[in-house]
């Protein structure tokens, strides 16, 4: 456990209802409950935005229209109409992290997509049933897919190993990348913060000086809020680019 005025303390994980089974804590977490929240505000969103739609959308729906509409237009773009059999996977994929980094932001809250294991999961989700439908598809012709149309057959035995580490590495630099970013951006918010706050318990005329970094601190609020809309987007035209791999084979 990191100390309490710790950057990292934010991301403790601790029990909220110890549970343990054979040995194996399966204790219900802060993650946890930030994870069902996350599902309820989807539901919650969608049940709102959608319950009275109407012609000529009010704000709510239109916020909904227009998200649907964007993943669909993602989908479409970078699959193809095959792909848009699997526009409701992707559509919750996009949602579940895009709100999971939104209400990390709130005061007191939990980022769960800021540890690896669960961007993890969600990467090695994406790994596994892409390579499933490429394979069901094409069967054994989908391992073509490691040799570049037009590749000399003398360059293949260099290319196709360095295709398959390719491959292999998607779940990990999928989620690594979120996870990242989303940790350091809330370190750096807590660090500032933290010196904000000491200036100002200070008093006098050492409180003016917290002027500027009250003022990049809201700044980087601003800031990470778009960096938490702009990697659900990446993590969502990633599984878009996967996903086009395995349908069309290119």
Not at 29 to 35: E, F, P, V
């Amino acid at each position: 456990m990191s100390g309490a005025h710790s950057p990292i303390a934010q991301f403790d994980i601790t029990p909220i209802v110890p549970l343990a089974f054979n040995g194996v804590d399966i204790s219900f977490t802060n993650s946890s409950l930030w994870m069902v929240l996350v599902l309820l505000s989807m539901m919650t969103l969608f049940s709102l935005g959608l319950r009275r739609a109407t012609l000529v959308p009010g704000r709510l729906q239109n916020v909904v229209e227009m998200t649907y509409e964007l993943i669909a237009n993602m989908v479409r773009g970078n699959v193809g109409p095959d792909g848009m059999r699997y526009l409701p996977i992707v559509f919750s994929l996009f949602l579940f992290v895009m709100l999971s980094n939104l209400l990390g932001m709130l005061p007191f809250s939990f980022t769960v997509t800021s540890h690896i294991i669960v961007t993890f999961a969600l990467a090695a989700f994406i790994f596994i049933g892409v390579t499933l439908i490429g394979l069901i598809r094409h069967g054994l012709h989908f391992f073509s897919l490691f040799l570049p149309s037009g590749t000399p057959l003398w360059l293949a035995p260099l290319m196709v190993p360095i295709e398959v580490f390719a491959y292999l590495a998607r779940p990990l630099t999928l989620s690594v990348r979120l996870a990242a970013n989303m940790m350091a951006g809330h370190i750096t918010l807590k660090v500032i913060a933290g010196f904000v706050g000491s200036l100002l318990l200070a008093g006098g005329a050492i409180s003016v000086l917290a002027i500027a970094p009250l003022a990049l601190t809201i700044i980087l609020t601003g800031f990470e809020f778009l960096v938490a809309v702009l990697q659900a987007y990446i993590f969502t035209i990633l599984t878009c680019i996967y996903l086009n791999d395995a349908v069309n084979l290119h």
